[in-house]
T-cell receptor
Framework: RKEVEQDPGPFNVPEGATVAFNCTYS??????FFWYRQDCRKEPKLLMS???SGNEDGRFTAQLNRASQYISLLIRDSKLSDSATYLC???????????FGAGTTVTVRA | NAGVTQTPKFQVLKTGQSMTLQCAQD?????MSWYRQDPGMGLRLIHY???????DQGEVPNGYNVSRSTTEDFPLRLLSAAPSQTSVYFC???????????FGPGTRLTVL
């Protein structure tokens, strides 16, 4: 079983819609969680960290569910510029190795 | 600040050739790492370094070597290229492994 699994999508949504997707992780010792954004043929960039109590950054909301071992990302009022692949990243405490999901592709259409 | 730089951007090799992918960062980060990204798969860690003179293997180290003689540079060497090494390679750096990773623009490598 992969350490981090994501629904590859694609999620095709109209502008202004809300889209949400999850990422599951297999190691219960995981401590740090992140969402990265990757545009086509570009390098990944940090979108937001995910905190235990959940957190928002503008139109983006991230949640962590330790009991079910998943994190989620919700995008409100989608913009064309939100079209990208979103990578889920997990890190175990004191582990130098990050685990990346394969990504969820979101396409926002006009 | 240039951040993380990688050269070359594109490279085509023949099977059996060797080459070095360059990576440099100017943020004084101790932690640096190399990943490869293949279609349908997440980034997979090849090698990483927690400081000058210290390197360790990641998930897929076979066929690759690294060294870290300075804080700034972390080159990746392909010893004898194979078609299975066709991929996009990203170098990343961060203050600590659990902190934000800053990625270079990537090297697109094709091995014929």
């Amino acid at each position: 079983r992969k350490e981090v699994e994501q629904d590859p999508g694609p999620f095709n949504v109209p502008e202004g819609a809300t889209v949400a997707f999850n990422c599951t992780y297999s190691n219960s010792a995981s401590q740090s969680f992140f969402w990265y954004r990757q545009d086509c043929r570009k390098e990944p960039k940090l979108l937001m960290s995910v905190y235990s109590s959940g957190n928002e950054d503008g139109r983006f909301t991230a949640q962590l569910n330790r009991a079910s071992q998943y994190i989620s990302l919700l995008i409100r009022d989608s913009k064309l510029s939100d079209s990208a692949t979103y990578l889920c990243v997990v890190n175990r405490y004191n582990d130098y190795k990050l685990s990346f999901g394969a990504g969820t592709t979101v396409t926002v259409r006009a | 600040n240039a951040g993380v730089t990688q050269t070359p951007k594109f490279q085509v090799l023949k099977t059996g050739q060797s080459m070095t992918l360059q990576c440099a960062q100017d943020m004084n980060h101790e932690y640096m790492s190399w990943y490869r990204q293949d279609p349908g798969m997440g980034l997979r860690l090849i090698h990483y370094s927690v400081g000058a003179g210290i390197t360790d293997q990641g998930e897929v180290p076979n066929g690759y070597n690294v060294s870290r003689s300075t804080t700034e540079d972390f080159p990746l060497r392909l010893l004898s290229a194979a078609p299975s090494q066709t991929s996009v390679y990203f170098c990343a750096s961060s203050l600590l492994p659990g902190n934000e990773q800053f990625f270079g623009p990537g090297t697109r490598l094709t091995v014929l």
